[in-house]
């Protein structure tokens, strides 16, 4: 994760040296689109053949993508432009396909070592060590590429990629029975690529999603017309917040409930999104940045529980997959949106912020009216 965070802050920066500050939205767009078309088949591989190969793939794809970007460097001409920039955006999508692969195959060996009554609160502090990586990851990141070039970025950004593929080689595989991918795996047309159980899990994660797809695309803009020389910082605050959240939400779903967490992750969504959209201070921008911090500390592990706790046995991954697939259709839409508006005419952020706010209330105000129901129903 702190390979992949790394350089998010600064690839709006990277493509307008390249002319094309334009195409903001593809940056977010293309990577959460490789991570779509892998999930097709990715959940139904790691069920098949074994966790391991999945997180092993995804993993590789991280270290072979930052070196690309090194090399993209050196064949483009930034001053005439386009080959490079389609060969940015071709390499965008190829990097998507880690994090289609990779969080499929975390999730589900851990769901396999784990009692059934401690999901949340171990898929709590998976989250705590991939919000670790994402916390220290952008500040290092934005650091090296001010101080060093974008080069020293995309470099380190492997060699962490690296570190995670030696510790993944050692870890055990979990599935039972596990074999080879065959080529019958790679076929998105034989057998299922979705698990229909999962969908109300998957269905809460999209008002989170496409939030986090315009917070990635629009506030490093946001944040530097505030004064943040080092972009990558304004994200540290985000995930440190929402470390800290995770560490008790987690379990906290185990012992209340997913639904009562989720609603009030969805309140502390309206909040944060609400805040920055009204920020005109680096305080300001810190205080709903935190609060927003804090909605993804519930949201994301109460919402992967759940999918667990609906997947069918022997279909966990497929399961996770599903709620990964509405994760990365969210997110590029989110993306592609905000991009597109926010290059057009700066005067959209904060009405882009609000919208997320919006959809963080309504979804916190269908969970609690699905809870009274519920409640009405059993008295």
Same mark, same amino acid.
């Given at each position: 994760?702190?390979?992949?965070?790394?350089?998010?802050?600064?690839?709006?920066?990277?493509?307008?040296?390249?002319?094309?500050?334009?195409?903001?939205?593809?940056?977010?767009?293309?990577?959460?689109?490789?991570?779509? &078309?892998?999930?097709?088949?990715?959940?139904?591989?790691?069920?098949?053949?074994?966790?391991?190969?999945?997180?092993?793939?995804?993993?590789?794809?991280?270290?072979?993508?930052?070196?690309?970007?090194?090399?993209?460097?050196?064949?483009?001409?930034?001053?005439?432009?386009?080959?490079?920039?389609?060969?940015?955006?071709?390499?965008?999508?190829?990097?998507?396909?880690?994090?289609?692969?990779?969080?499929?195959?975390?999730?589900?060996?851990?769901?396999?070592?784990?009692?059934?009554?401690?999901?949340?609160?171990?898929?709590?502090?998976?989250?705590?060590?991939?919000?670790?990586?994402?916390?220290?990851?952008?500040?290092?990141?934005?650091?090296?590429?001010?101080?060093?070039?974008?080069?020293?970025?995309?470099?380190?950004?492997?060699?962490?990629?690296?570190?995670?593929?030696?510790?993944?080689?050692?870890?055990?595989?979990?599935?039972?029975?596990?074999?080879?991918?065959?080529?019958?795996?790679?076929?998105?047309?034989?057998?299922?690529?979705?698990?229909?159980?999962?969908?109300?899990?998957?269905?809460?994660?999209?008002?989170?999603?496409?939030?986090?797809?315009?917070?990635?695309?629009?506030?490093?803009?946001?944040?530097?017309?505030?004064?943040?020389?080092?972009?990558?910082?304004?994200?540290?605050?985000?995930?440190?917040?929402?470390?800290?959240?995770?560490?008790?939400?987690?379990?906290?779903?185990?012992?209340?409930?997913?639904?009562?967490?989720?609603?009030?992750?969805?309140?502390?969504?309206?909040?944060?999104?609400?805040?920055?959209?009204?920020?005109?201070?680096?305080?300001?921008?810190?205080?709903?940045?935190? &609060?927003?911090?804090?909605?993804?500390?519930?949201?994301?592990?109460?919402?992967?529980?759940?999918?667990?706790?609906?997947?069918?046995?022997?279909?966990?991954?497929?399961?996770?997959?599903?709620?990964?697939?509405?994760?990365?259709?969210?997110?590029?839409?989110?993306?592609?949106?905000?991009?597109?508006?926010?290059?057009?005419?700066?005067?959209?952020?904060?009405?882009?912020?609000?919208?997320?706010?919006?959809?963080?209330?309504?979804?916190?105000?269908?969970?609690?009216?699905?809870?009274?129901?519920?409640?009405?129903?059993?008295?």
């Amino acid at each position: 994760m702190a390979s992949f965070g790394m350089i998010m802050p600064e690839l709006p920066g990277y493509l307008d040296l390249m002319g094309a500050g334009h195409l903001l939205g593809y940056i977010i767009g293309l990577f959460t689109l490789g991570a779509l &078309v892998s999930r097709l088949f990715a959940g139904k591989i790691a069920d098949r053949a074994g966790r391991k190969v999945v997180m092993v793939f995804g993993t590789s794809v991280t270290v072979i993508a930052g070196f690309l970007y090194v090399l993209l460097g050196s064949v483009s001409d930034y001053s005439t432009g386009m080959l490079g920039v389609w060969l940015f955006l071709a390499l965008r999508f190829f990097h998507g396909l880690s994090t289609g692969f990779r969080p499929i195959g975390s999730s589900a060996l851990l769901t396999d070592i784990v009692p059934y009554n401690r999901r949340g609160e171990a898929l709590g502090f998976l989250g705590v060590a991939g919000n670790a990586g994402m916390a220290g990851g952008p500040a290092v990141g934005s650091y090296l590429a001010v101080e060093y070039g974008y080069d020293s970025m995309f470099i380190t950004s492997s060699i962490l990629g690296i570190f995670s593929l030696l510790f993944t080689l050692k870890l055990p595989e979990t599935l039972p029975n596990s074999r080879k991918v065959l080529w019958s795996d790679l076929n998105v047309f034989k057998g299922k690529n979705f698990d229909i159980a999962a969908w109300p899990a998957a269905l809460s994660l999209l008002p989170v999603a496409l939030s986090f797809g315009v917070f990635l695309t629009i506030t490093p803009d946001f944040v530097e017309g505030l004064g943040y020389r080092y972009k990558g910082v304004f994200n540290t605050i985000i995930v440190v917040a929402s470390i800290s959240m995770r560490l008790f939400a987690g379990k906290a779903s185990d012992k209340y409930g997913r639904k009562p967490l989720l609603a009030i992750g969805g309140l502390l969504l309206f909040f944060g999104m609400g805040i920055l959209s009204l920020a005109t201070t680096q305080l300001e921008a810190a205080v709903g940045g935190v &609060v927003y911090g804090l909605s993804i500390g519930i949201n994301m592990p109460t919402i992967f529980a759940w999918t667990t706790d609906l997947s069918p046995k022997g279909k966990i991954a497929l399961g996770i997959g599903t709620t990964l697939v509405e994760l990365e259709i969210g997110i590029g839409l989110g993306a592609f949106v905000s991009g597109h508006l926010f290059s057009s005419d700066p005067v959209w952020l904060p009405y882009l912020y609000r919208y997320c706010a919006y959809s963080g209330g309504c979804m916190s105000l269908v969970l609690f009216y699905s809870i009274y129901l519920r409640s009405t129903h059993m008295n």
